[in-house]
């Protein structure tokens, strides 16, 4: 079984990219964040011929996540508990029994703004949201753009951009304690390197040429599909594809459960 993530940066744009892709790489679950689409206007019949099934939870201009899955999805929930009203943000489905969790967390803008706060305060919900919907025992994936930097090999250049939003000691800790809840990064259970990033900034002349990039992009699981996964890898090369988003795909691949054979009778 293969599950991706990708910010999309609208996706009404990036339509002839994503289903490029699809059709390259069939994963068996795509999630994507930043559709920048209002749930009336989703371009469904765009990407009909992939044969998906889709769910979203959009907005205008901003934010939007979606799932797309070759198998059924259920239990569709949309936003955090305690805010309803949230920007669109979150979509929670479960598909072949493992349960997803897709999030767009908030970028935060500057260390001293309302909205850097509300970032912080955006990590403490979620954590809240894990412990009241699922267990670490679950079978459950946590993914999306998480704007967040983990540790210097996960920037291009640490010292100097040490202190941003993405890059802080805040924004560490906040994703450490909530994976510490019960989650792998399934990245870096594969792969140690630096310089592996998803994101290359479009206002740096030549980034992605030059892999001046972050990453911001996960794919977390819980232990009973973390030691199912069997590789997790970037994939860069649609950033260098007609009219690309500023971010790629990244995607983890698992052992699929295999029927018992029965002892048959005579």
């Given amino acids: 079984m293969k599950i991706a993530s990708f910010n999309a940066n609208s996706i009404r744009s990036r339509a002839p990219v994503i289903l490029r892709w699809l059709a390259e790489s069939a994963p068996d679950i795509l999630c994507i964040q930043e559709t920048k689409v209002q749930d009336k206007d989703f371009p469904l019949p765009v990407f009909a011929p992939a044969g998906y099934e889709i769910v979203f939870n959009?907005?205008?201009q901003y934010n939007g996540v979606a799932i797309f899955a070759k198998g059924q999805i259920s239990k569709v929930t949309s936003g955090l508990d305690d805010e309803p009203k949230d920007p669109a943000r979150l979509i929670s489905a479960e598909i072949n029994g493992i349960s997803l969790v897709n999030t767009y967390i908030p970028q935060g803008h500057s260390p001293d703004s309302e909205k850097f706060q509300y970032k912080l305060q955006w990590f403490q919900r979620l954590r809240k949201y894990f412990d009241t919907h699922f267990s670490p025992d679950d079978p459950l994936v946590w993914l999306g753009d998480l704007n967040v930097a983990?540790?210097?090999?996960?920037?291009?250049?640490?010292?100097?951009l040490y202190g941003s939003v993405c890059y802080c000691k805040q924004t560490t800790d906040a994703l450490t304690e909530l994976a510490a809840w019960g989650f792998t990064d399934l990245f870096r259970k594969h792969c140690d390197l630096p310089g592996q990033y998803t994101f290359w900034d479009y206002r740096l002349r030549g980034g992605f040429r030059r892999n001046l990039g972050w990453r911001l992009d996960y794919?977390?699981?819980?232990?009973?599909?973390?030691?199912k996964c069997?590789?997790?890898?970037?994939?860069?090369?649609?950033?260098?594809?007609e009219k690309p988003s500023d971010h790629t795909f990244i995607i983890a691949e698992f052992e699929e459960?295999?029927?018992?054979k029965g002892t048959g009778h005579l």
């Fill in 230 to 241: 069997t590789a997790c890898w970037v994939d860069g090369e649609p950033r260098e594809w």
């Fill in 150 to 160: 983990l540790t210097e090999k996960d920037v291009y250049a640490p010292d100097k």
């Fill in 257 to 260: 459960e295999r029927p018992k």
């Fill in 58 to 60: 959009g907005q205008k």
């Fill in 219 to 227: 794919i977390m699981a819980t232990q009973p599909l973390a030691e």
